[in-house]
T-cell receptor
């Protein structure tokens, strides 16, 4: 069984640009969670999608947004990139109700 | 909203048991204790979870105090590959919530 896959593995963007990160959940999982982990820091919750809808949002500005597609895959979009957006972005998936998270390996975003 | 407190770092000799403590004094009756670990900026890996009874799986044991205000993750025979940041999290089993990670405990297994 394939795990949670994230793409791209690495992404380099210039300040002010937009970044799009993708996540494919484990088959059968309907929930997708996004986390940000800046270098040396803990994981900060960003967004939770379930059944195509945004269910909860962490304390991040509106330029962090996303969506979930009918096949339950998800995109995280970060607009107007700032240097401090440089971080490892982790996606996790879980079955309906949220029990049993599985994380992907992450996308490392570097803003220069 | 960190609901748990853990030591910042710990060392353990290779082959010995690693005991990682976690305080969760405000835990609710329907909240479970989960443990994850993160090895060098990979995605966090699920280890074990429990409600009030002690739990054991192939990776670790989880000991929860009777009042459920604290717990200990035990890696019975630590190896160098167990060097990681270990996160203790409390959450309900089902429902509208998310995993809130604190800063965790950085365990270093020493040869």
């Amino acid at each position: 069984e394939a795990g949670v896959t994230q793409s791209p593995t690495h992404l380099i963007k210039t300040r002010g640009q937009q970044a799009t990160l993708r996540c494919s959940p484990i088959s059968g999982h309907t929930s997708v969670y996004w986390y940000q982990q800046a270098l040396g820091l803990g994981l900060q919750f960003l967004l939770w999608y379930d059944e195509g809808e945004e269910r909860n949002r962490g304390n991040f500005p509106p330029r962090f947004s996303g969506r979930q597609f009918p096949n339950y895959s998800s995109e995280l979009n970060v607009n107007a990139l700032e240097l401090e957006d440089s971080a490892l972005y982790l996606c996790a998936s879980g079955p309906r109700g949220g029990y049993g998270y599985t994380f992907g390996s992450g996308t490392r975003l570097t803003v220069v | 909203d960190a609901k748990t407190t853990q030591p910042t770092s710990m060392d353990c000799a290779e082959g010995r048991a690693a005991n990682l403590p976690c305080n969760h004094s405000t835990i609710s009756g329907n909240e479970y204790v989960y443990w994850y670990r993160q090895i060098h900026s990979q995605g966090p890996q699920y280890i074990i979870h429990g409600l009030k009874n002690n739990e054991t799986n192939e990776m670790a044991s989880l000991i929860i105090t009777e009042d459920r205000k604290s717990s200990t993750l035990i890696l019975p025979h630590a190896t160098l590959r167990d060097t990681a940041v270990y996160y203790c999290i409390v959450r309900v089993l089902f429902g509208a919530n998310n995993l809130f990670f604190g800063t965790g405990t950085r365990l270093t297994v020493i040869p």
